[in-house]
């Protein structure tokens, strides 16, 4: 595995690669790597014939009093992490590749960014479409991997590549979770074994509206308040939001009757962490992804 840190290091390599009829899986993170991001370095595996990842703390994602500061940095297990599941370059551009002085031009997408954390955490997503348009552009991926857990992000990003004619195949991952349910996430590093307890009521909040849904009930008042509920009652846990919006336009849905997505935020401790599920209301059942 080669790991480089220029624009033009890495599409020598991408271009050598494309000469010979090789296809090229992208996924982009944030290193701290868990088993989530390693879930989608397997599905570009099978994708494609190699695999980039990119580790980059994008500074323009995050707001004014956020983590990025503490946000983990663990390049050497993250090597060893790309390393063992084949991946063929580690790209790892620093801020000076990615934001050179002067730089000047932001990418925004104008409506799936508004509600959910787009409310909560003004400008997270124009630096996320910033920086994801950038780093496709870099690499030029057939195929790019993006997991369920940021579900809106994953239906923002869908949509600049559609809107903005990238060259590229978006692949959605369902959420890998722990083995008591938590959705792994690279903030969960942040909490103490309490607050990881605590943590399992956004899972608990989120089946309790499965459970209901597959018995039946429809309207979205009826199935957040049982969420919100089982959150209230949860100490340590702040709920900053539940939903049940549309898949396709994250407007609000009052009642479940095509896909909607139902996405919960809460702040535990000192991390703000996010978890959501799918429903398809048509054929009544629970999808892994949008
Ligand atoms: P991050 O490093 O948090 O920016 O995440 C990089 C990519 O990994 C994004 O596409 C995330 O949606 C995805 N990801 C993070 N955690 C999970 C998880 N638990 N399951 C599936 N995908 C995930």
Redesign the pocket.
């Known amino acids: 595995m080669d790991q480089l840190e220029t624009v033009s290091a890495l599409r020598r390599q991408i271009s050598a690669w494309k000469s010979a009829g090789q296809t090229v899986g992208f ?11 390693r ?2 370095m397997r599905a570009a595996r099978e994708a494609c014939d190699k695999v980039v990842v990119s ?1 980059f703390v ?1 500074p323009t994602q995050f707001g004014p009093g956020e983590d990025y500061e503490s946000y983990p940095r663990r390049m050497e297990a993250d090597r060893a992490a790309c390393e063992a599941e084949g991946v063929s370059i580690l790209y790892t551009p620093d801020e000076e590749v990615m934001y050179p002085p002067g730089f000047s031009t932001f990418v925004q997408e104008e409506m799936l960014s508004m509600p959910l954390c787009g409310k909560g955490r003004p400008g997270h997503f124009r630096g996320v479409c910033t920086v994801v348009t950038k780093l496709l552009n870099q690499v030029g991926p057939d195929i790019a ?7 809106q ?2 239906l923002i ?1 869908k949509r600049v590549v559609r809107d903005l004619d990238l060259p590229v195949q978006i692949q ?6 722990e083995e008591d349910g938590l ?5 969960n590093r942040y909490l103490s074994d309490q607050e990881r307890k605590h943590a399992l009521v956004l899972q608990r909040g989120l089946k309790a509206i499965e459970a209901a849904f597959l018995e039946g009930k429809k309207d979205a008042h009826a199935l957040t308040a049982t969420a919100t509920a089982i959150l209230a009652a949860q100490e340590g846990v702040k709920l900053e939001y539940i939903e049940v919006l549309s898949a396709e336009t994250l407007l609000p849905s009052s009642r479940v009757e095509d896909k909607v997505v139902v996405a919960i935020a809460a702040k535990v401790g000192p991390a703000r962490l996010i978890d959501n599920t799918v429903l398809d209301g048509r054929r009544g059942v629970v999808l892994s992804h949008v």
Request: glycine share 8%.
């Open positions: 996924v982009p993170t944030m290193g701290a790597l868990h088993e989530g991001h879930a989608l580790i994008n991997v993006f997991g369920q857990k940021d579900a992000q994953a990003v959605i991952h369902p959420i890998v979770r959705a792994m996430s690279s903030r």
